[in-house]
């Protein structure tokens, strides 16, 4: 069984077993010298038949580790308002569809994007996402293709990207 008392100095409430008792020991929270009292006598229990013994009703929680540990807790203060964690998602296409906002595709193929042996694919991309503002951007999907070359007749991949925006 345990004891459980206070520090005479910090108040500190302590659980010592029951052994210890009028034994001197350092409190773990402030460092003064305190004696451990002596358990206090155990509560008669009435009982109606000899032998038998009533059941008590014990609280756990008094005696657990729970109880003792103080606990502080403190809410962050910000100067900005605080952002939000979640965000809502888009809608789906279909969604939008419906709600009559009206929708864009741009396709950029990489082939039309050649000029005289330079590649400016990347250019006119970053050109029209520009262009168009991240705020009406609703999607960039990357497309591989194939296409007969006319001159040679042979069949070419190729690559581009969709890209489906507010109007």
């Not at 293709?145 to 109007?167: C, F, K, N, P, T």
Request: proline residues 8%.
């Amino acid at each position: 069984m345990d004891v459980i008392f206070n520090c005479r100095h910090c108040d500190q409430e302590l659980s010592v077993d029951a052994a210890g008792a009028g034994s001197e020991i350092e409190c773990p929270s402030c460092g003064g010298r305190i004696v451990i009292p002596a358990a206090p006598p155990p509560i008669p229990v009435a009982s109606s038949a000899p032998g038998h013994h009533e059941p008590r009703i014990i609280d756990a929680i008094a005696s657990s580790a729970a109880r003792k540990e103080e606990k502080h807790f403190s809410v962050p203060v910000h100067d900005t308002p605080a952002e939000s964690l979640i965000t809502k998602p888009l809608a789906p296409l279909e969604v939008a569809a419906k709600e009559g906002i009206k929708l864009r595709v741009k396709t950029i193929r990489h082939s039309d994007c050649i000029e005289v042996g330079r590649d400016h694919f990347d250019e006119i991309v970053t050109n029209f996402l520009n262009k168009i503002g991240e705020g009406h951007l609703v999607s960039i999907t990357p497309i591989t293709y194939m296409h007969q070359d006319l001159a040679s007749r042979e069949w070419i991949d190729d690559y581009g990207v969709m890209v489906v925006y507010r109007a």
